[in-house]
């Protein structure tokens, strides 16, 4: 139930309508799909099981996990620093994420964006909420900065005493609120036709034949499969290293089986069922077919926001449900950041055996920090670029890699056994084979393919504006540098341990 | 919305909403889940 609860969050009703919009609408949907039933729930079986597998040798993060699994290889832990690197660099932007969603139900309440009834208006209000405007509604950043250090603590207070009491309780009446809301907001969209006379096409029809009316030529473009298959990475917390630390808790009799698909279902359903459907529709018959994923583009999380302010304002008691909305999307917001943030807490604990406390403050310290670059450098494509790698990139290759070991290296007849310890029922025998052959290949063939395509565009930056060419150039400069600081703990950690292995003898 | 996106549409959410019934059914009737 954590996992769900930490599964489904922004993910799901802001990333996924910008990615399934500025991907083309319907021409998304069929790789999404392929890489849910091949890739996304595969991968959790492997996740909560290598998770479960691992804690039984006292580690809960990937490094630890990796180098149980193939000891004989004293490099494989390296490749593990993606499972702390991954959620560390998407909590840095999704905490800033979430501080708009608790901003959002605050000018709900007071107001600010009520009476708003044009996409150019709300996009106008989340320009200046962003600083990258000056305008009638706000004069800088400051709003936004505020919000996001109220956010901050309150994500590390959350993480330093533990998902427990009042904010369990409120966690677990909210997720249910927010379905049913979504459901009731569903019904709304569909009610919608066509809001604006002079564009009689932007209608509710021809918005659920962009969602879904397939374009097979996009099945050509490596990066449409290497952003679906991110967006099930990420929506489902796979190929992070946050189930890997969540499984690790549990008990040989606790079943995997189960709890890795019934998280990938509640959150396809809050995904596609209710966050899809409610967005994508609404901002096709607000913005039309060419805005929306001008919209979508300019920020992987803005359709949400400029979107759902234009349908709630249409309800009843707009004040309250607009509230409400965003008010539950940042309590779903707050699991999710707390997931986040606990492979790197658990690593510094089991690797460097530090106080959970000592290692929350030490995790504060730096992401507060470092969460700045996503702030103050949003407008030169900071966010979009550490959502690009830390939430697309490295977590393939990290899936990659752990299908590998499990499939491979712990072999598929022990990895068999292993998933259906305390498990009720059996998976079908020809997830054997997919886990083994069919999730590596599909695999290496996005990554390769995106590689083939687009490798040397990205790296050369060719799509990126001139004047954002330094703050993408530094962003990966930083990313590196992370990655490669993260690196050297693992090194340090285990010399460490072997040094106190050494004295014993 | 053409055919084709009916019926990747209809399969979608049979999948969906059928998976999620069916664990719903299978975590009641079940305790040893987290």
């Known amino acids: 139930m954590a996992v769900a609860g930490s599964a489904i969050g922004l993910g799901n009703f802001l990333r996924f309508p910008a990615k399934v919009a500025s991907n083309g609408g319907g021409a998304f949907m069929i790789p999404y799909f392929i890489s849910l039933l091949l890739l996304g729930i595969p991968l959790m079986w492997i996740e909560w099981t290598l998770g479960r597998y691992g804690g039984g040798f006292g580690h809960g993060t990937a490094p630890g996990i990796f180098h149980s699994l193939w000891r004989k290889n004293r490099f494989i832990k390296y490749f593990g620093v993606i499972g702390i690197f991954g959620p560390f660099v998407i909590f840095l932007y999704y905490t800033y994420i979430e501080a708009w969603t608790l901003a959002y139900s605050f000018f709900a309440v007071t107001g600010k964006y009520h009476g708003l009834a044009t996409q150019e208006s709300m996009q106008s209000f989340l320009r200046g909420f962003q600083g990258l405007e000056t305008n009638q509604f706000f004069h800088g950043i400051g709003y936004a900065y505020v919000f996001f250090v109220i956010t901050f603590i309150l994500n590390i207070v959350v993480v330093y005493y533990g998902i427990k009491g009042g904010i369990e309780r409120l966690c677990k009446i909210a997720l249910p609120v927010l379905l049913v809301f979504g459901i009731v907001l569903l019904i709304r969209v569909f009610m919608l036709g066509a809001p604006d006379p002079a564009h009689p096409d932007w209608n509710i029809s021809n918005a659920w034949g962009f969602f879904w009316n397939p374009d097979f030529s996009a099945l050509q473009s490596a990066k449409v499969w290497l952003e679906a298959a991110g967006q099930i990475f990420f929506t489902l917390s796979v190929g992070i290293g946050v189930i890997l630390t969540y499984a690790s808790y549990l008990s040989k009799g606790d079943d995997v089986v189960l709890s890795g698909l019934s998280a990938s279902s509640m959150n396809e359903f809050a995904e596609v069922i209710i966050g899809g459907s409610i967005i994508i529709p609404a901002a096709f018959v607000f913005f039309g077919p060419a805005q929306i994923q001008e919209i979508a583009r300019s920020g992987v999380f803005n359709l949400g926001f400029v979107t759902m302010p234009l349908i709630l304002n249409k309800l009843p008691v707009a004040v309250f449900f607009s509230f409400l909305w965003f008010f539950l999307l940042f309590l779903a917001g707050i699991t999710s950041a707390v997931s986040l943030a606990q492979p790197v807490i658990s690593f510094l604990e089991d690797e460097f055996d530090i106080s959970k406390k000592k290692a929350v403050v030490l995790f504060g310290g730096i992401a507060f920090l470092l969460c700045h670059a996503a702030i103050l450098f949003l407008k030169h494509g900071v966010v979009d670029e550490l959502d690009f790698w830390g939430g697309t990139v490295f977590l393939v290759i990290f899936a990659t890699i752990e299908t590998i070991l499990f499939g491979w290296i712990l072999g598929m007849n022990n990895a068999w056994d292993e998933i259906h310890k305390g498990a009720d029922m059996r998976l079908p025998v020809v997830y054997k084979g997919i886990i083994k052959y069919v999730t590596p290949v599909f695999l290496v063939f996005i990554l390769g393919m995106w590689l083939w395509q687009e490798w040397l565009p990205v790296i050369l930056m060719k799509n990126v504006s001139v004047e954002n060419r330094a703050y993408v150039l530094g962003t990966r400069i930083g990313l590196l540098t992370l990655f490669t600081a993260l690196a050297i703990l693992v090194k340090i950690a285990w010399r460490k341990k072997r040094y106190a292995l050494e004295r014993m003898r | ?34």
């Open chain 2, 1 to 34: 919305m053409n055919q084709a996106g009916w019926i990747l549409m209809s399969a979608s959410w049979v999948l969906i909403i059928g998976l999620s019934i069916y664990c719903f059914v299978k975590i009641f009737t079940k305790r040893n889940i987290r």
